[in-house]
């Protein structure tokens, strides 16, 4: 969709209509929706890099297995920071609802993050499916059970789930087994999801420096 809008760009007919119309309300609405989502994509593509940072501490964290107190240490901080992380994106699905997107771009990139920031955002317990599922067919990623009665619990779910267990019931081998596994799986998923973002994002920039471009002539 990107490279099709760059292509549009750079057609001289194209440039002409827009340089028609600037100053016009549609414009300037457009120009104003690129810096929004911008700001989003760059936002996003931050906090996945710190989900990142988060699993790969925690991951090593349970892999040397210094004892109960550091485990629970170690988990108390990544529950600390999912918290923060979930109030911050509700806050950009706020701020995504409130914006008037006129272009197909800007309202397909609108359904990625939305999917993307509610699946940062929604507790375990109330999640939707098809948000992640959503999410991963973009990524090329699939979803993993994570309990028998969750089958479509997304990796988020399942890493909170492992946690909550760990802290309840206790860290035998299969359970650290289990944790270390699914904490594997969510950094692979980030991982994939962060250099999708890396692209959309350079994408975008190029785009909106086009339209300026053509503003400016």
């Keep these: 969709l990107h490279i099709g809008l760059e292509d549009l760009l750079i057609v001289a007919s194209t440039q002409k209509l827009i340089s028609n119309y600037q100053g016009e309300k549609c414009i300037e609405e457009l120009l104003d929706g690129s810096v929004r989502i911008l700001d989003v994509c760059g936002i996003t593509r931050d906090t996945m890099l710190q989900i990142k940072e988060n699993v790969q501490s925690l991951h090593s964290t349970l ?20 918290k923060k992380m979930k109030k911050n994106a509700k806050k950009m699905m706020t701020s995504l609802k409130k914006m008037e997107m006129l272009r197909e771009v800007i309202v397909m990139n609108m359904s990625i993050f939305q999917s993307l920031l509610t699946f940062l955002a929604v507790p375990a317990s109330k999640s939707k499916p098809t948000k992640w599922l959503f999410v991963a067919k973009l990524m090329h990623k699939g979803v993993i059970a994570c309990e028998e009665k969750q089958e479509n619990s997304n990796e988020l779910q399942c890493v909170e789930a492992s946690l909550s267990t760990l802290l309840s019931e206790g860290t035998n081998v299969a359970k650290m087994q289990a944790a270390r596994e699914r904490l594997e799986t969510l950094e692979n998923a980030i991982e994939s999801i962060k250099n999708a973002l ?11 420096a086009s339209l300026l471009s053509i503003m400016t002539q």
């Design 198 to 208: 890396e692209i959309v994002f350079r994408r975008m920039l190029k785009t909106r």
């Design 63 to 82: 892999r040397r297995r210094k004892g109960d107190s550091s485990i629970e240490k170690i988990i108390a901080e990544y529950n600390f920071f999912s």
